[in-house]
């Protein structure tokens, strides 16, 4: 057995896999097909974590870590777990879900808040050891303020209610199908209604000088302050703040914050990389 560990961060689309040595060096990274616990089959996403164990040589590592949306349950979690010990000669393997990746890719080992603004969004105390969610997300439909599906979902009601401006509208229209048919069947037939209003995000960062979209913009990140970090102590804590769609709003993000008396520790891209550093500084303290 090699002293290597593994680290896989895993979204819906994609797992980013990173294997590390003992020295803290990258031996080897890939990306493989992503595992979700709360939409996929449990055989689709155990196929997927062998196939990249087998393929890529990784039985005699050390540690194996994977971070997923939908562990829910220590049952999940033990299942996943039995499998890959099962299929490898790997001893410490650890299920998360994806909530603590960001946490641990944030904060490391210290106290925090963290905020995921992706095409979903959440929030969390992490400790420094633990989490703590003191409100639900409540996912495209419920809730998700913040996210880039959330601004989606706002600016296509806006549109079909005649509310866009006639530039953006024009605009929306060469870029995407603008009817009313195709919009509802995206959002009410499509597989993933939230990756399709997330799919908008882009469009409207590219217009942010609008009035109306920077209103927009504005709007949906004020949501989040006031109805997901309104629930923290973010007078003593830092707000970390993790996912691509945040990473990309930066200049928006940062004055709200700063008008409610909110501070940054840091924007994270992806939790990966942190993910990397907390492991080696735990497997090989």
């Keep these: 057995m090699n002293s290597n560990i593994i680290i896989i961060e895993s979204g819906a689309t994609k797992s980013d896999w990173r294997v590390m040595s003992q020295d803290g060096q990258e031996v080897k990274r890939f990306l493989r097909a992503g595992t979700n616990v709360s939409s996929m089959k449990m055989d689709d996403i155990k196929a997927t974590l062998a196939e990249a164990i087998t393929t890529e040589d990784l039985h005699d590592a050390q540690g194996l870590y994977l971070y997923t949306a939908g562990v829910v349950t220590p049952e999940i979690s033990n299942?996943?777990?039995?499998?890959?010990?099962a299929l490898s000669g790997i001893h410490?393997?650890?299920?998360?879900?994806?909530?603590?990746?960001?946490?641990?890719?944030?904060?490391?080992?210290?106290?925090?808040i963290v905020a995921i603004l992706g095409t979903g969004s959440n929030a969390c105390f992490f400790d420094g050891k633990d989490i703590s969610q003191k409100v639900y997300s409540g996912g495209f439909i419920l809730g998700d303020e913040g996210s880039g599906a959330h601004i989606g979902k706002e600016f296509l009601s806006d549109y079909l209610k005649g509310l866009v401006p006639l530039d953006i509208v024009e605009a929306f229209s060469q870029e995407f199908d603008a009817s009313y048919a195709g919009i509802v069947q995206?959002?009410?037939?499509?597989?993933?209604?939230?990756?399709?209003?997330?799919?908008?995000?882009?469009?409207l960062l590219k217009h942010a000088d609008n009035e109306y979209v920077n209103e927009l913009i504005r709007r949906n990140f004020n949501s989040f302050i006031t109805r997901f970090l309104v629930h923290y102590e973010t007078d003593q804590y830092p707000v970390g703040i993790v996912g691509g769609f945040g990473w990309a709003c930066q200049d928006f993000i940062?004055?709200?914050?700063?008008?409610?008396?909110?501070?940054?520790?840091?924007?994270?891209?992806?939790?990966?990389?942190?993910l990397c550093q907390y492991h080696l500084e735990k497997h090989y303290d």
Excluded at 92 to 112: E, K, S, T
């Design 79 to 85: 299942e996943l777990t039995t499998h890959i010990k």
């Design 254 to 274: 940062r004055p709200l914050m700063e008008q409610s008396g909110i501070r940054i520790s840091c924007f994270i891209k992806a939790p990966i990389d942190g």
């Design 186 to 203: 995206n959002v009410y037939r499509s597989a993933s209604p939230s990756a399709y209003m997330g799919s908008l995000a882009p469009f």
């Design 92 to 112: 410490d393997v650890d299920i998360q879900n994806d909530l603590m990746g960001a946490a641990r890719g944030v904060c490391g080992h210290d106290p925090g």
